[in-house]
Protein backbone atom coordinates (compact mmCIF):
# COMPACT_ATOMS: atom_id res chain seq x y z
CA UNK A 1 0.00 0.00 0.00
CA UNK A 2 1.71 2.80 -1.24
CA UNK A 3 -0.26 5.77 0.00
CA UNK A 4 -0.26 4.32 3.49
CA UNK A 5 1.40 6.50 5.96
CA UNK A 6 2.08 5.46 9.93
CA UNK A 7 2.51 8.47 12.45
CA UNK A 8 3.75 7.88 15.96
CA UNK A 9 3.80 9.61 19.10
CA UNK A 10 6.84 8.08 20.53
CA UNK A 11 4.97 5.92 23.08
CA UNK A 12 6.74 2.45 23.86
CA UNK A 13 3.47 1.02 23.63
CA UNK A 14 3.32 1.42 20.13
CA UNK A 15 5.98 -0.60 19.62
CA UNK A 16 5.24 -3.34 22.04
CA UNK A 17 1.69 -3.56 20.19
CA UNK A 18 2.76 -2.51 16.97
CA UNK A 19 0.25 -0.01 16.61
CA UNK A 20 0.51 3.44 15.56
CA UNK A 21 -1.16 6.53 16.84
CA UNK A 22 -2.94 7.27 13.46
CA UNK A 23 -2.74 5.76 10.19
CA UNK A 24 -3.36 8.10 6.38
CA UNK A 25 -4.22 5.55 3.84
CA UNK A 26 -5.32 8.35 0.57
CA UNK A 27 -7.88 11.03 2.37
CA UNK A 28 -8.80 8.41 5.21
CA UNK A 29 -7.30 8.91 8.57
CA UNK A 30 -7.87 6.80 11.54
CA UNK A 31 -6.51 7.70 14.95
CA UNK A 32 -6.58 5.27 17.34
CA UNK A 33 -7.80 5.19 20.76
CA UNK A 34 -6.51 8.29 22.68
CA UNK A 35 -6.01 8.88 26.66
CA UNK A 36 -5.46 11.99 28.66
CA UNK A 37 -2.22 10.40 29.40
CA UNK A 38 0.99 12.41 28.34
CA UNK A 39 4.66 11.92 29.78
CA UNK A 40 3.10 8.98 32.40
CA UNK A 41 0.54 11.81 34.26
CA UNK A 42 -3.08 12.10 33.41
CA UNK A 43 -4.32 15.85 32.40
CA UNK A 44 -7.64 16.21 34.18
CA UNK A 45 -7.28 13.73 36.55
CA UNK A 46 -10.63 12.33 38.37
CA UNK A 47 -12.33 15.06 35.55
CA UNK A 48 -14.28 13.17 32.91
CA UNK A 49 -14.84 16.90 31.28
CA UNK A 50 -11.65 17.82 31.40
CA UNK A 51 -10.12 14.77 30.33
CA UNK A 52 -12.22 14.29 27.51
CA UNK A 53 -11.49 17.66 26.25
CA UNK A 54 -7.75 17.44 26.35
CA UNK A 55 -7.95 14.32 23.90
CA UNK A 56 -9.93 16.03 21.71
CA UNK A 57 -8.24 19.61 21.67
CA UNK A 58 -4.66 19.08 22.31
CA UNK A 59 -3.98 15.04 20.98
CA UNK A 60 -6.04 14.10 18.41
CA UNK A 61 -6.12 17.82 16.87
CA UNK A 62 -2.15 17.26 16.83
CA UNK A 63 -2.17 14.05 15.40
CA UNK A 64 -4.55 15.08 12.99
CA UNK A 65 -2.44 17.88 12.14
CA UNK A 66 0.22 15.58 12.08
CA UNK A 67 -1.25 13.65 9.43
CA UNK A 68 -2.19 16.65 7.43
CA UNK A 69 -5.87 16.69 8.85
CA UNK A 70 -7.92 18.61 11.74
CA UNK A 71 -10.61 18.39 13.59
CA UNK A 72 -12.66 19.77 11.02
CA UNK A 73 -12.36 16.79 8.97
CA UNK A 74 -13.38 14.24 11.79
CA UNK A 75 -16.58 12.45 10.49
CA UNK A 76 -16.84 9.82 13.69
CA UNK A 77 -15.83 9.41 17.25
CA UNK A 78 -16.29 6.47 19.38
CA UNK A 79 -15.73 7.76 23.32
CA UNK A 80 -15.36 4.58 25.83
CA UNK A 81 -16.07 5.81 28.95
CA UNK A 82 -15.36 3.85 32.39
CA UNK A 83 -18.68 5.35 33.98
CA UNK A 84 -21.72 6.05 31.84
CA UNK A 85 -23.56 7.67 34.75
CA UNK A 86 -20.72 10.78 33.07
CA UNK A 87 -21.89 10.68 29.48
CA UNK A 88 -23.31 14.59 29.59
CA UNK A 89 -19.88 15.70 31.35
CA UNK A 90 -17.78 14.04 27.96
CA UNK A 91 -20.27 14.81 25.70
CA UNK A 92 -20.62 18.66 26.97
CA UNK A 93 -16.64 18.69 26.16
CA UNK A 94 -17.24 16.61 22.86
CA UNK A 95 -19.69 19.40 22.05
CA UNK A 96 -17.61 22.33 22.45
CA UNK A 97 -15.05 21.00 19.91
CA UNK A 98 -17.90 19.63 17.34
CA UNK A 99 -20.26 22.06 17.40
CA UNK A 100 -20.16 23.24 14.22
CA UNK A 101 -18.62 19.56 12.91
CA UNK A 102 -21.33 17.38 14.08
CA UNK A 103 -19.86 13.70 13.70
CA UNK A 104 -21.36 10.67 14.07
CA UNK A 105 -20.59 9.36 17.35
CA UNK A 106 -20.55 6.24 20.15
CA UNK A 107 -20.88 6.22 23.83
CA UNK A 108 -19.58 2.68 25.29
CA UNK A 109 -19.31 2.07 28.84
CA UNK A 110 -15.84 -0.22 29.53
CA UNK A 111 -15.28 -2.00 32.79
CA UNK A 112 -11.78 -0.37 32.61
CA UNK A 113 -9.08 1.17 30.43
CA UNK A 114 -5.19 0.71 30.49
CA UNK A 115 -5.09 2.54 34.11
CA UNK A 116 -7.90 3.10 37.06
CA UNK A 117 -6.86 7.32 36.44
CA UNK A 118 -8.36 7.36 32.94
CA UNK A 119 -11.47 7.80 32.85
CA UNK A 120 -12.13 7.98 28.78
CA UNK A 121 -10.68 6.72 25.90
CA UNK A 122 -11.57 8.08 22.12
CA UNK A 123 -10.94 7.09 18.57
CA UNK A 124 -11.37 9.31 15.44
CA UNK A 125 -12.10 8.70 11.82
CA UNK A 126 -11.18 11.90 9.42
CA UNK A 127 -11.91 12.11 5.85
CA UNK A 128 -9.87 14.98 3.96
CA UNK A 129 -11.40 16.33 0.84
CA UNK A 130 -10.57 14.69 -1.74
Not at 27 to 41: D, H, M, R
Not at 83 to 95: F, G, S, V
Not at 98 to 119: Q, S
Request: glycine share 6%.
Amino acid sequence: MSNRTCISSGNPWEATAAYSRAVRVGNIIEVAGTTALEKNKVSGQGNMYNQTLFILQKKISKVLQEAGGSLEHVIRTRIYLTDINLWEEAARAHAEVFKDIRPVTTFVEVPRLIRPDLLVEIEATAVLPS
